[in-house]
Structure formats: structure tokens, C-alpha cells
């Protein structure tokens, strides 16, 4: 009689179980995530070789607006120059012989 009652109840403990363990999955993954980024900041630093106290200097001026901090939102176009262009065969030159070329025919 109330068959239809515990398909459903089940299938409600089954949805619970698997959000449960996505959540697991998730709160991993953070955590992988936080620690990969802390990684990061330190490689970085280490790299910069700065003292703790030029470390400390150089983010209070950031804190306060004194220095620049690039985002990701900020991210700077790569200008092409002529030199450039010549590499890729992207010459200006290049293109109007061509062009020559084709009206002799």
C-alpha cells in the first residue's frame, strides 16, 4: 500500500548520499586548491628573495593604494611590432608584392 512511499524515500537517501559525498569531493578539492595557492605565494616570494621585513613593507604599500597590484582583470595586450611581424611573415611589404604580382597575369 505504500510501496510508492519507500521508492521515493529511498530515492531520497540515495540523492542525500551522493550530495553528501559531493560535498566531500568539494571541501577536498578546496582545500587542494588553498594549499596549491599557498605553495604558489611562497615560490613566488622565494623567488623575489626579499627579507620578512621587505616582504612585510612591500604588502603594507600595497594594502594602502601606494603600489600597483596587477589583477587578472588588468591583463596587458601584446603589442606587435614591425620587427615582429617580419618573423611570422606578417610584413606589410610582403603583402603588396603580392598583390603586384597578381595584376601582371
Known sequence: MFEKLDKLREEVRRCEKRRDEAN?????????????????ILSDVGALKLSPEEVAKLLQLAASGQL??????????????????SIYGDDEDSDDKEESEDEDY
Do not use: I, N, Y
Open 24 to 40: 566531500e569531493r568539494l571541501k577536498a578539492a578546496q582545500a587542494k586548491l588553498k594549499d596549491a595557492e599557498a605553495s604558489q
Open 68 to 85: 600597483s597590484v596587477p589583477t587578472t582583470e588588468s591583463k596587458t595586450e601584446t603589442v606587435t611590432t614591425a620587427d615582429e611581424s
